[in-house]
């Protein structure tokens, strides 16, 4: 499996290696998807309470519809926010 890739290679030995990001549930095949516990679900979304995207968190695609789903099901039962109010009020005073 390839983990990485060479971006920049000018002939005088300097290689930027970028490590891709592996998907932490495939990683750690113990970890488990689960709406009841939002401590770990939060931290999968950002200070607004927007779940982060693949490219960001690394996740693979099966991880992250299921991840989804849960962040979404942990919302409806206000285990985790939909919005934050308080950066609202930030953002009406630029203005
Ligand atoms: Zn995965």
Do not use: W
Request: hydrophobic share 35%; with cysteine; charged share 35%.
């Amino acid at each position: 499996m390839n983990r990485g890739r060479i971006v920049a290679d000018d002939n005088r030995d300097r290689r930027i290696f970028i490590k891709h990001k592996m998907c932490r549930f495939c990683a750690d095949p113990s970890l488990r998807i689960d709406y009841k516990e939002p401590s770990m679900l939060a931290g999968f979304t950002s200070e607004r309470g927007k779940m982060i995207p693949r490219r960001i968190s690394g996740n693979c695609a099966k991880h992250q519809r299921v991840l989804a789903t849960a962040i979404k099901r942990a919302r409806n039962i206000a285990l985790l926010p939909f919005t934050t109010a308080k950066i609202k009020t930030k953002e009406r005073r630029e203005f």
